[in-house]
């Protein structure tokens, strides 16, 4: 294990060292008012994914966006001049000139939409450099577009975009959670070049799917995530591994600053753990259902997964004596539970028995 840790890290500074990467010509902020121009447009591109309505932004095609920037004018072109990554150097665009501006308009589209969903976390009170949003997306409108791009992309080139499945390795993400197949999006708009950072915060691949986090929610559920490298090429592939290594690492202070799906607060599990408790007292008889099996576990994988155990444990039917007894003080911790968790979470109101971890939630009902 130590062997492949060394020769993954030395084989990113070979390659960095080369300049296979490439990454430093990206603009690393999107300057001129050109995000707030993209922030703008993906709300329109988000109300005609769910009404079907064409909108162009300001008269302007979600291609022709870029050009309103000189530094990203060339990058976006079809005949575009942006870093040619040299492990993709022969790769090419298939399709008709025609085919390309779609997969392209689409691509810009996509991440004007990025940009919009970055805006409504900070509005949220909720924006974040590093983590993932839960999507409460109505008729899978969004993960349908999404997946429209994924699907012509791949029609035209693998290093567009390709499938990213948890089954597989190939996601961290939701692995017990994905009915689904995830799938991976690079951002560049030829299929030669470096992936492009123009996604919020720097980023330049994002990945999304459906997601099923219990048996009792029907919302409509997918996930998104940025992340700053794709898996397209083998550069790609090994920074984004020493970027996965290093998030082993992160420090109590920097889970706080990031909205990660799998970080859970310390004061919800300590409240949990009060709940847990309580409900350890109760009759032996009482803490298994009709298959005798325990009703709560001690800890369980997610938030989610709190609030069904906690609500299934208050509503035990025909409780014994001893269980009647410490009910009261139990429901009062599940309260304190709940509370904590509204105070924390003051969105969440009507989703919060979603809520898996610190992701940030947002529900397009509300566009």
């Not at 979600?62 to 920037?69: D, I, K, P, R, Y």
């Not at 976390?121 to 899978?140: C, H, L, N, R, T």
């Not at 009915?179 to 980023?203: H, M, T, V, Y």
């Not at 290093?246 to 990660?260: A, I």
Request: proline content about 4%; some cysteine; glycine content about 4%.
């Amino acid at each position: 294990m130590k062997l492949k840790i060394f020769l993954t890290c030395f084989m990113t500074l070979f390659l960095n060292k080369t300049d296979i990467h490439a990454s430093s010509h990206h603009p690393k902020v999107i300057q001129n008012g050109l995000d707030k121009k993209l922030t703008a447009a993906g709300e329109l591109y988000l109300r005609q994914v769910y009404t079907g309505y064409d909108y162009t932004a300001g008269g302007f095609s979600a291609l022709e966006l870029f050009s309103l920037n000189d530094s990203l004018k060339k990058q976006t072109q079809t005949s575009s001049t942006a870093k040619i990554d040299p492990l993709l150097i022969a790769k090419k665009s298939k399709g008709t000139p025609a085919q390309i501006q779609e997969r392209q308009e689409l691509l810009a589209r996509i991440i004007a939409i990025m940009w919009q969903l970055d805006a409504k976390a900070a509005a949220q009170g909720e924006s974040f450099v590093s983590g993932s949003f839960k999507v409460i997306d109505p008729g899978y409108k969004l993960y349908n577009f999404l997946l429209k791009y994924v699907k012509l992309a791949k029609s035209q080139s693998g290093s567009f975009a390709y499938e990213r499945n948890p089954q597989k390795g190939q996601s961290s993400h939701y692995k017990d959670a994905s009915p689904e197949s995830q799938f991976g999006i690079d951002i560049r708009f030829e299929a030669n070049e470096s992936s492009l950072q123009l996604l919020p915060q720097s980023k330049s691949h994002l990945m999304f799917g459906k997601l099923a986090i219990n048996s009792t929610s029907k919302l409509p559920l997918i996930f998104i995530k940025m992340e700053i490298h794709g898996l397209a090429s083998l550069s790609d592939k090994i920074s984004h591994g020493i970027g996965f290594l290093k998030t082993r690492t992160d420090s109590k202070d920097l889970l706080e600053r990031t909205h990660k799906e799998k970080y859970i607060k310390p004061e919800i599990q300590e409240a949990y753990s009060k709940a847990f408790a309580i409900f350890k007292t109760f009759d032996s008889k009482d803490q298994k259902n009709s298959s005798k099996k325990p009703i709560m576990d001690e800890k369980p994988k997610n938030i989610s997964g709190m609030i069904e155990m906690l609500n299934n444990a208050k509503m035990i039917q025909m409780p014994s004596p001893k269980t009647q007894a410490a009910l009261p003080i139990f429901k009062a911790e599940e309260q304190k539970f709940m509370d904590l968790l509204a105070k924390l979470y003051p969105n969440d109101k009507e989703n919060i028995s979603v809520r898996t971890g610190h992701e940030v939630i947002i529900d397009l009902n509300r566009l």
